[in-house]
């Protein structure tokens, strides 16, 4: 079982690039079978629910061509089935997408349904208002979604919650239907925008993507086209925090500042220096950072994935900071591991009170996701001594070449598989 060991102590310093959007790449894999021409995407981040997920795409049929490990081309002409296996929906929940495309495309998918997650109960039943408000009839069938239509016909449609995957799965089966569709209270997430924007240059029209309505004009068919994805808001704010909680000094590149002002805003106000460059944001950490409140809101509030990574900067800050988790209600199950490394924090239902406290020292500890994964692995970069993260299975599934990355920020880490080579990091670092 692969494995972390870190020792921690030395603040990060230098450049690190960011990779492509693994959300908004989800959801632009899944769009891509909404046509029998060619697609190419570039800007693919490589990592672990990508590569599930363009596994899943050839199962069903498509040809799935890698041009090199951040493009791929896609042709989706031979598609022979509209059943996906139940096998990608256990390793990776966003396959959910592909009832949205294939339902566009076929008029008829068939996708198990995604159980609960280590983050909450996550359920779908917006996703499948919508496309029942498009005409089509859905069932639940042996644990799968069963969804056909003659037609998909334009609706109006209100989300009572604001939901990223609802909007994006919507949109793309909206994208092939007749007439207009009006959807309201939708999520203004950056991928959101960049599967509507996908979609738009595969010929469909859809405008609104970033508001609160998004209007879908269907069209009959969607063509070819070649894209590049957003960076990933989540990973540049994993990087941030990193400088933050280490008190070091990175410039965070190939990002949109715009979509980090929520993480750039709260690591002002503790007492940062975050500079914005054109598409690189700098942040430099100070020995005396101090508390403050964080609330997990939609976009543009403050992201929740970003939640774990933030709480164990605020364990080092001084005063108390409370974070309340507004969006699932399983966020908080890291607070036990980081407990062993050293932190002061009680969790009342959604809400965190976390007492600041001087240092942590180095503890083993187990990843419960993916990203409290991350954010331990920020604990032990700050942290007296050496910190093993178990479970890092978790933390490939979003993070590209995480731990080289954070290497060549000055991280001392290495991936390790086996008692011999933790041993062997402990004697090189000594
Ligand atoms: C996406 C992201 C995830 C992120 C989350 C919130 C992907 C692949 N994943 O997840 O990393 O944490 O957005 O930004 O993009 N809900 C319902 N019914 C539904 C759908 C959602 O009640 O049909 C609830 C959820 O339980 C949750 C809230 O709505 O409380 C938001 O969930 P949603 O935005 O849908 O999250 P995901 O799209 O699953």
Do not use: W
């Not at 960011?18 to 981040?45: F, R, Y």
């Not at 199962?59 to 990608?88: L, M």
């Not at 933050?244 to 106000?269: F, Q, W, Y």
């Amino acid at each position: 079982m692969e494995q972390y060991i870190m020792k921690g102590g030395n603040p990060l310093a230098g450049e690190v690039t960011i990779s492509g959007a693994k959300n908004a790449a989800l959801g632009i894999l899944a769009a891509a079978i909404m046509t029998d021409e060619d697609v190419v995407i570039d800007n693919l981040p490589d990592v672990r629910d990508i590569n599930v997920l363009l596994e899943a795409i050839e199962e069903i049929g498509a040809r799935v061509e890698r041009i090199d490990r951040h493009t791929v081309r896609i042709n989706a002409k031979d598609i022979h089935e509209v059943e996906v296996d139940d096998e990608y929906i256990r390793r990776i929940r966003a396959s959910y997408y592909f009832i949205g495309a294939l339902l566009g495309k076929y008029k008829s998918a068939q996708v198990p349904l995604p159980g609960g997650c280590n983050i909450g109960s996550r359920p779908i039943d917006l996703h499948l208002k919508g496309f029942r408000a498009l005409g089509a009839k859905i069932e639940i069938e042996r644990g799968a979604v069963v969804a056909h239509a003659i037609d998909l016909v334009g609706s109006h449609i209100y989300l009572d919650k604001v939901s990223v995957g609802a909007t994006i799965n919507i949109m793309m089966a909206a994208s092939l239907a007749d007439g207009l569709t009006i959807i309201e209270n939708v999520a203004k997430e950056p991928h959101v925008v960049d599967v509507a924007s996908f979609l738009n240059s595969m010929g469909a029209n859809i405008k609104g993507a970033g508001t609160d309505i998004i209007r879908i004009r269907g069209v009959r068919r969607l063509h070819g086209t070649e894209y590049s994805i957003i960076p990933d808001q989540i990973e540049a704010g994993t990087f941030m925090c990193a400088a933050a909680v280490t008190r070091g000094d990175v410039t965070v590149k190939n990002v949109i500042p715009k979509h980090l002002e929520a993480i750039s805003a709260k690591l002002l106000e503790i007492g940062c220096e975050v500079v914005e460059l054109d598409d690189a944001v700098r942040v430099v950490g100070k020995p005396y950072q101090r508390h403050t409140n964080i609330n997990t809101l939609p976009y543009p509030g403050f992201p929740t994935d970003m939640q774990p990574q933030m709480s164990v900067t605020l364990a080092l800050a001084h005063g108390t900071s409370i974070v309340t988790e507004s969006i699932f209600e399983n966020r908080f199950k890291y607070v036990d591991e980081l407990a062993r490394m050293g932190s002061n924090i009680k969790v009342e239902g959604n809400v965190a009170v976390i007492d600041g406290v001087g240092c942590f020292t180095g503890a083993s500890v187990n990843a419960p996701d993916l990203r409290a994964g991350a954010a331990l692995v920020l604990a032990g970069l700050a942290a007296d001594g050496y910190t093993v993260v178990d479970e890092i299975g978790y933390i490939q599934r979003g993070y590209e070449h995480f731990e080289e990355k954070l290497k060549s920020l000055g991280a001392m880490i290495e991936r390790v598989d086996c008692d011999k080579d933790l041993q062997k990091f402990r004697l090189k670092i000594g």
